[in-house]
């Protein structure tokens, strides 16, 4: 269980961190963080995510009905909640635009998994989803058989997702999507990157399954 004042702080600086390093803009983007095994709290929606405080947070149930809070769920509650049912181990959610990976994205292409460590330690395969319209039903539809296995997606002509037991790791895996995304859109503007070996790649398995991340 996860106190709802805590979180509800958590969730403020998260969004004004992701505002500030530019992975969100305006109203772009939402956070969420689960309460229990059947609430959690998510971000209002069309308010600026740098400006929110924690008492305009949402309190939903899992299966999307309002349980407190004075203004409306974010617009992509639907994908929260895809997210929280499918993964039970998925702690909070974290949606934004990062500019570089949503170029991925547009481009229709997803992120290399074998460049760097970070992404293999961190992310894993990060997949795109074919695009389908922001704040419906039928994004969350395309999303849901992605979602086990996988603690990042890239969503085609949208932006990325990410979650994570806990909000300081969705956070996390969000800064280094955008961050590796940049590395390799400067690696193909220098030449052609060189993936890590199959060697090396089965190293960094093994470390990303017998260590939690630094
Ligand atoms: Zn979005």
């Known amino acids: 269980m996860t106190d ?40 209002p929606r069309g308010r600026l995510k740098a400006d929110l405080t924690p008492e305009e947070m949402v309190e939903v149930s899992l299966d999307g009905a309002h349980l407190s809070g004075s203004h409306r769920a974010s617009t992509e509650l639907d994908l929260h909640l895809r997210i929280y049912r499918r993964s039970p181990e998925a702690g909070a959610v974290v949606h934004a635009h990062p500019p570089t990976a949503t170029g991925f994205a547009l481009a229709g292409q997803s992120l290399p998994p074998d460049l760097l460590p970070e992404t293999v330690l961190l992310l894993g395969q990060v997949p795109l989803v074919r695009y389908a319209t922001p704040s419906t039903p039928a994004l969350g539809d395309l999303v849901e058989p992605m979602i086990a296995g996988h603690v990042a997606l890239l969503l085609a002509n949208h932006g990325a997702v990410t979650w994570a037991p806990d909000l300081a790791l969705a956070q996390i895996r969000m800064e280094s999507l955008e961050h590796a995304a940049r590395i390799v859109l400067a690696a193909r503007a220098v030449g052609t990157p060189v993936p890590l070996t199959p060697e090396q790649l089965a190293s960094l398995e093994h470390r990303r399954g017998s260590s939690t991340h630094g």
């Open 4 to 43: 709802r004042t805590g979180a509800a702080h958590a969730i403020v600086r998260c969004c004004r961190r992701l505002w500030e390093a530019g992975l969100i803009a305006g109203a772009d983007g939402n956070v969420s963080v689960r309460l229990g095994p059947d609430r959690l709290l998510v971000t």
